[in-house]
């Protein structure tokens, strides 16, 4: 089910940064938590960052904690994950995705009820 967009994919070197964006324009973000996974070639999609409708919480993966920053502006209903300090290893297709539990920040894919259709990132060494 997909009904999120996400935009701000691409090819950016290591070191460097970007963001990834994520809006729901035909629907509110006022009744979700929202998050971001990521899959890479061959590996199972995983959890990269959350946070919480009134951006309370956020809760990140270890590998991402200092670099990875998720922020929201929910009267634009838009979320944003400015990335710095990039490795190889974040290459992946990176998935938006929101929560009907909008008080709390899920690390599972049965966590999120919407998602989007993915974006490539691709950090080159």
């Known amino acids: 089910q997909e009904q999120l967009d996400e935009s701000g994919g691409g090819l950016v070197q290591a070191g460097g940064s970007l963001s990834l964006s994520c809006s729901d324009p035909?629907?509110?973000?006022?009744?979700?938590?929202m998050g971001w996974f990521r899959q890479a070639p061959g590996k199972e999609r995983e959890f990269v960052a959350a946070?919480?409708?009134?951006?309370?919480?956020?809760y990140y993966t270890d590998s991402v904690k200092g670099r990875f920053t998720l922020s929201r502006e929910n009267t634009k209903n838009t979320e944003t994950l400015q990335m710095n300090s990039l490795k190889p290893a974040g290459t992946a297709v990176y998935y938006c995705?929101?929560?009907?539990?909008?008080?709390?920040?899920?690390?599972?894919?049965?966590?999120?009820?919407?998602w989007g259709q993915g974006t490539q990132f691709t950090v080159s060494s």
């Open positions: 946070i919480t409708l009134h951006s309370t919480s956020t």
């Open positions: 035909g629907r509110t973000f006022s009744n979700y938590a």
């Open positions: 995705a929101a929560a009907a539990k909008p008080a709390y920040c899920s690390t599972t894919r049965g966590g999120y009820d919407l």
